[in-house]
């Protein structure tokens, strides 16, 4: 079901679940990935032909700002993908996180989403274009990181209602990866142990998320239940 | 009741959170209650200025507050609104909706509980909306900051009670009469179906007590969380038709 050359933004597109869709996409796509890291240490790890725009997701609002002026830069005034996949968490005891963990966590998370589907809905509209949002498997509670849980609930709701509201203008869907086997835990201070091990691979993972965006359906998990049932291997293509 | 007899409420000037404050303080609580305008001369609780939206002012609060625990019960109950198509309202009223609904309690709740400030055996309520067991079409951020207050609450729970022998609680309240409600519901809509702050607030602290993990305070909240729970497409669908298709105005 390939079809045309799509114009498509990819948040957190360094690593992880989202360079495995950027690697799967970048062949047949224009993609624009938005990340955190200075232009020289992102773009070696992307194919060839992606752009990369320096928007760290701390910043909401400059975020916001600078993918809108790389898209334009590029000459986009459509957009058919948006996949809001950057995330960011911290693992804590207690159920204590820090002040600034918190606050960095909503940020990146929620706020970003939130801010970044508002100023690109114009882009969208036009194409008749997919909202995407990456949540959790942790978005019904986790004691672990729960402010990460949290951010993912709000993802969660604000899909429900904006899926409702742009009904027919633009696909708006949320997409929840079960356990997968990225840099993230690390990142966030925790240590899976052994059980990393039966992590679903971050390229299958990347798979089943194409074909969640192909298909336009919301919510939808995306855990061991579609994994061992072979769902990477004849997902839908974008 | 618990030893400690103290107790904090956010958002006490007015409407649900004045009727927890009230009904604390008739309760022999020492309260002290948080809002951005003061209560009136004849509140029966102290008042502690602070925007909520304001991230260096509620460090500046957790700091104060430290000082004024140990509480026996904490009720994070302030709340702004959003009304309108979402692509209609300005992203400054995104970011400031997300600091004083999500972001402040959180902060909050996890700096009074590293400082100490949570009373062994007290209680620990989190204000969430009805709205939390659908979709939120016309109010697609409130209902997403909701959804993470909820979710937080949910997530602290096992580890508070283990740590400090503190009961969390979440609650889903439906419309209420207040101001804000009335001014952000669509024009014509019945004020005397919407519960009177006091009643909920009678009814969420009497969960709380209990140590329940979700209130749905009324027959009617409960019926609906129920309903959504089975059905969330389709009480989406509704909450659109009754709500989105009616809105007449953005109010931020
Ligand atoms: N791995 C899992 O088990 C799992 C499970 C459920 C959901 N998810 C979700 O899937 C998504 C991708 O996660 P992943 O596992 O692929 O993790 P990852 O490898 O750590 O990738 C996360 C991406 O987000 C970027 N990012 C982090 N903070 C940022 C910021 N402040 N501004 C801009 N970009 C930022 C990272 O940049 P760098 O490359 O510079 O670090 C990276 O590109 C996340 O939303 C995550 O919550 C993951």
Redesign the interface.
């Known amino acids: 079901m390939a079809e045309a050359r799509r114009r498509i933004v990819v948040t957190g597109g360094t690593s992880g679940i989202g360079l495995e869709l950027v690697r799967r996409l970048a062949d047949r796509h224009d993609i624009l990935v938005a990340g955190r890291r200075a232009d020289t240490d992102a773009l070696p790890v992307l194919p060839e032909g992606v752009r990369y725009v320096h928007a760290p997701l701390t910043d ?2 400059a975020a ?1 700002q600078a993918i809108a002026e790389a898209m334009l830069k590029a000459g986009w005034v459509k957009l058919d993908n948006l996949v809001l996949n950057a995330g960011t968490g911290f693992a804590v005891e ?6 600034a963990q ?2 960095e966590t ?1 940020a990146v998370n ?2 970003a989403s ?2 970044l ?3 690109l ?2 882009w969208l509209e036009k194409a008749g274009g997919t909202l995407t949002l990456v949540g959790s498997v942790a ?5 672990l ?3 990460y ?10 899909a ?7 009904s027919g203008r633009v696909a708006v869907q949320i997409v929840h990866p079960g356990p997968t086997r990225t840099e993230m835990h690390a990142k966030a201070g925790h240590d899976p142990g052994r059980l990393r091990d039966i992590f679903i691979p971050a390229d299958r993972m990347a798979a089943m998320l194409e074909g969640a965006i192909a298909a336009r359906r919301s919510p939808v998990t995306l855990s061991f239940g579609r994994y061992w049932t072979g769902r990477a291997a004849w997902s839908g293509k974008l | 009741m618990s030893a400690a007899r103290r107790a904090l409420v956010t958002g006490a000037s007015a409407g649900l959170g004045r009727a927890f404050a009230e009904q604390l303080a008739a309760g022999g609580y020492a309260v002290t209650g948080i809002d951005r305008d003061a209560p009136g001369a004849d509140a029966p609780f102290d008042h502690l200025r602070c925007d909520l939206a304001d ?1 260096g002012a ?2 500046t609060l ?1 700091g104060d507050l430290a000082g004024r625990g140990p509480f026996g019960w904490i009720v994070l109950n302030a709340g702004i609104s959003a009304t309108g ?3 209609a ?1 300005p ?1 400054e009223a ?2 400031r909706l ?1 600091a004083v609904n ?2 402040a309690p ?2 909050l709740c ?2 009074l ?2 400082a100490g400030a949570l009373a062994p055996g007290g209680r620990l309520v989190f204000v969430s909306s009805l ?2 067991f ?8 409130y ?10 609450a ?7 009670k ?2 400090y022998g503190v009961s969390v609680s979440v609650a889903c309240p439906g419309p209420l009469r207040t101001d804000h409600a009335a001014r952000h519901a669509p024009e014509g809509a019945d004020a005397a179906k919407r519960m009177p702050p006091d009643e909920a607030a009678r009814r969420i602290l009497a969960g709380a007590q209990k140590g329940r993990a979700m209130i749905t305070p009324g027959a009617g909240a409960t019926i609906f969380a129920l309903i959504s729970r089975l059905a ?1 497409g389709p009480v ?2 509704a ?2 038709r009754i709500i ?1 298709d009616k809105l007449d105005r953005s109010v931020f």
Not at chain 1, 139 to 143: F, I, N, P, R, V
Not at chain 2, 134 to 141: C, K, L, R
């Open positions: 909401p609002e916001t207690g159920g204590i996180e820090s002040a918190i606050r909503l929620l706020t939130v801010l589907a508002r100023a809905f114009p978005h019904t509670g986790q004691g990181f729960p402010a849980a949290a951010s993912k609930a709000g993802l969660h709701g604000l429900r209602a904006l899926r409702a509201e742009w | 991230p509620v460090d957790v198509p979402f692509e309202i992203p995104y970011a997300l999500t972001e959180m902060v996890a700096g509980a590293a709205s939390h659908t979709g939120y079409p016309g109010a697609a951020s209902g997403a900051s909701k959804d993470a207050l909820a979710v937080y949910k997530s602290v729970r096992a580890p508070f283990k740590a969330p989406t669908s909450m659109k989105y």
